[in-house]
């Protein structure tokens, strides 16, 4: 009997703080990951909505696309739906999944502008959940990442948003690889990690009305974990900045013998110098590439003006102009 009301309790503590969330991504709504997060948020009593790009749109940052046709010219990822489908719509058998012919950004826009005030009477949003990435996004990444442009521009529309990146980049169809009993799937253990920070954010919150304060974002990244590396099942949550020590960014490399051109990263000096924050915590790219199984958590902020005293030095440099 005891044991019943202690589960009873938990079951309606967890409802306790169910909240309103949209769900989004860049690899496409039919991605594993994605599909995971979307069935453990719910199973912790949130009213979710996933809408996000029908196709993979990984590294399209910011891009706001939106359909020029009211069907598919090609097929979605994984032909999920095939060519000739309508351009937004959502799962036969639940209303609350949604695919857009667009970016990671305008998906936004998207569910905001027309699922929410169209379909759902226009429910109030408590929070914006994008990913999580197939594949980190760190430092330099910030500005390409379809999975951080999502969750900016939530930001930007008022809403508190975390970007959350997966170290598995393996791109899956969720109804090949989704398995939320499998306790070393990543997709499975990314999810239960993801549920577990967004409880922790909605408790903390108390009576605050915003998750996050206005203007500010969450980037979040994953290290491998499960099946991936079994000796991490549970990593630890570490707090630092996005820039900092080992830092880099997305940069390409010239091969003169095939007269062709590769993908590559490099750091730059720009990328770890510090002109806001806190210059004492750790990089994002420094605990993810050179610790064990831990997580980084970095704060951003939408506000892209320098700090005062670079204002007036730059002000200093060209203070003519302005005569």
């Known amino acids: 009997m005891q044991f019943l009301a202690t589960s009873l309790l938990l079951f309606l503590a967890s409802f306790a703080i169910a909240k309103n969330i949209i769900l989004t991504n860049d690899d496409g709504w039919a991605a594993t990951n ?16 996933l809408i996000a790009p029908v196709s993979q749109r ?8 939106i359909p020029t046709s009211k069907t598919l010219q090609t097929n979605g990822e994984f032909s999920y739906p095939a060519a000739g489908a309508p351009s937004w719509g959502h799962e036969a058998n639940d209303d609350h999944i949604w695919y857009f012919n667009g970016t990671p950004a305008s998906s936004v826009a998207f569910g905001l502008q027309y699922v929410l005030p169209e379909k759902f009477n226009n429910i109030s949003i408590d929070l914006v959940v994008s ?11 910030f500005t390409l990442s379809g999975t951080i442009a999502a969750t900016y521009n939530s930001v930007y529309r008022n809403y508190p948003a975390v970007a959350f990146s997966g170290s598995n980049g393996n791109n899956s169809f969720f109804k090949d690889s989704l398995d939320l009993n499998d306790p070393k799937n990543p997709s499975t253990i990314y ?3 993801i549920t577990n920070f ?14 996050l304060p206005l203007g ?5 990244n994953l290290p491998k974990v499960g099946y991936e590396d079994e000796s991490c099942t549970n990593p630890k949550w570490v707090y630092t900045r996005i820039t900092g020590q080992d830092a880099a960014t997305a940069d390409l490399v010239y091969n003169k013998t095939s007269d062709s051109f590769v993908w590559a990263q490099k750091s730059y000096q720009a990328l770890t110098a510090c002109n806001n924050g806190d210059c004492s915590l750790p990089s994002e ?7 064990k199984c831990q997580s980084s958590v970095s704060a951003f902020s939408i506000d892209f003006d320098a700090n005062l005293g670079l204002t007036n030095a730059v002000h ?3 203070g003519g102009l302005f005569k």
């Open 34 to 49: 994605v599909r995971a997060t979307y069935y453990k948020l719910k199973a912790a009593g949130h009213n979710v909505f």
């Open 58 to 65: 990984s590294g399209w940052s910011g891009k706001f696309d």
């Open 131 to 141: 990913g999580p990435n197939e594949g980190l996004n760190l430092a330099g990444l």
């Open 191 to 193: 999810a239960n990690l």
């Open 198 to 211: 967004v409880q922790e954010l909605f408790k903390t919150q108390g009576s605050n009305p915003r998750a």
């Open 216 to 220: 500010v974002g969450l980037n979040v």
């Open 285 to 291: 790219e420094f605990i993810l590439e050179h610790t």
């Open 316 to 318: 200093g440099l060209i």
